[in-house]
């Protein structure tokens, strides 16, 4: 950037425009075009469907990008025909704003010195003063419910998830969406995140006119929309997700490397990691063939264990044990049924002997599961506590 441009010109060389979605807002929507303009002629205005006096508006400005939608579908809908619309016309970055009037503006500056700044692909939100006592109690509440949401599916903590000023890097967020309405604004960001890009609050200033403000939340539908998309990105996070990130930064390490660092350096007392071994035994050996992995690290992550430990030790159900498991299990397991097979370390135990004997194979896993668990977990805080006596 160089010192002697203007505010214009530095939005000109980002390849940055503002797309400004809205819908019935004939009394603010004149006031922040004009706003805007102040900034940039780069101004996709996005009508989604409006009855009023909106097409009217935005007649006197020739300048400026005008999507027409003849029938009203959604804020959702309506950012993504305007991110179609600016990736045609060569932008590389978004910003967005309401056209209630509740944002000001004069904060673009701020999107485009935080971008400048931090020479990345990145996922700027408005945060706004919740606590302004202009603020209606319910956005405030709503606020903070899908702040935690956010955090849960992604592990990135902020403030203000639901401000709809914000810069998106169309190049960099997903190519495909499955929401149109209000509940898109959520399914942007997070699935934003897990695809590696930032995602960022900074500080913006936000007015509540009840005079002029109009809003088309519906709170019960819209609600419940967002209360399902959350279901379903919940259950993508513990199931794929949070397994595929650990994948991706589990680093192969030597024994003795991961003894000194995962184990004896860790900064989890003695309980946690015993326990998070102790879990890995269960799981390994418990028969949730298929799925230990999964299994293993939703419940690390629920319980807020070790996961490395946890993961580690479920791997005890590697193809060489497998035969000594089932055979343990088995034997395990005759000492609870009266239909019981016999077998010995040299008979040859196939899976056919397993699913007749199915009962038998079930029961004494979880048997088997929980006595080494218990072995592995009371035998490793036993280790961990001595190891840590003797460098005392």
């Known amino acids: 950037m160089s010192p002697t441009q203007s505010i ?53 400005y020739p300048q400026i990008t005008k999507i027409h939608l003849d029938k009203n579908q959604g804020k959702g809908n309506a950012l993504r025909e305007g991110f179609k619309k600016a990736k045609e016309l060569g932008f590389g970055y978004a910003i967005t704003i309401d056209s209630d009037g509740q944002h000001y503006p004069d904060d673009i500056p701020v999107f485009v010195d935080t971008l400048e700044s931090n020479g990345k692909d990145i996922l700027l939100i408005g945060c706004r003063n919740m606590n302004h006592d202009s603020v209606p109690k319910k956005s405030s509440f709503g606020n903070k419910f899908s702040n935690f949401w956010f955090w849960f599916e992604t592990g990135i903590r902020l403030e203000d998830t639901q401000s709809g000023y914000r810069l998106y890097p169309l190049h960099a967020i997903p190519k495909r969406f499955f929401t149109k309405k209000f509940e898109f604004e959520i399914e942007v960001i997070v699935r934003s995140a897990w695809n590696g890009i930032p995602v960022k609050n900074i500080p913006v200033k936000i007015l509540y006119d009840p005079n002029e403000r109009v ?3 519906r709170p019960f539908k819209d609600f419940t ?78 319980l807020r264990w070790n996961k490395i430990l946890a993961f580690t030790f479920s791997n005890v159900s590697i193809p060489p044990m497998i035969p000594f498991i089932i055979y343990g299990s088995l034997q395990a397991g005759g ?23 199915i009962m038998q194979y079930l029961i004494g896993s979880f048997v088997l599961a929980t006595t080494m668990a218990i072995l592995f977990g009371v035998g490793s805080y036993l280790l961990l506590s001595l190891s840590r006596n003797s460098n005392e």
């Open 335 to 357: 000492l609870f049924v009266e239909d019981k097979a016999k077998f010995t370390l040299n008979t040859s135990i196939t899976l056919n002997d397993v699913r007749i004997h």
């Open 8 to 60: 214009s010109e530095r939005i000109e060389n980002l390849k940055l425009c503002v797309i400004i979605p809205t819908y019935n807002n004939h009394k603010t929507l004149r006031r922040v075009i004009d706003g805007v303009l102040n900034y940039t002629q780069n101004i996709i205005v996005v009508n989604d469907g409006s009855t009023d006096t909106t097409k009217e508006i935005t007649d006197p």
């Open 225 to 302: 929309r967002i209360s399902i998309l959350n279901t379903i990105l919940v259950i993508i996070t513990l199931l794929y997700i949070k397994p595929r990130n650990f994948f991706m930064s589990f680093k192969k390490k030597s024994f003795k490397d991961f003894i000194r660092e995962d184990i004896l350096e860790s900064t989890d007392s003695n309980e946690i990691k015993a326990l998070s071994i102790a879990l890995g035994v269960f799981v390994g050996i418990a028969p949730f063939w298929g799925f230990q992995t999964i299994i293993v690290i939703f419940l690390a992550v629920l």
């Open 215 to 217: 809003t088309h939340f």
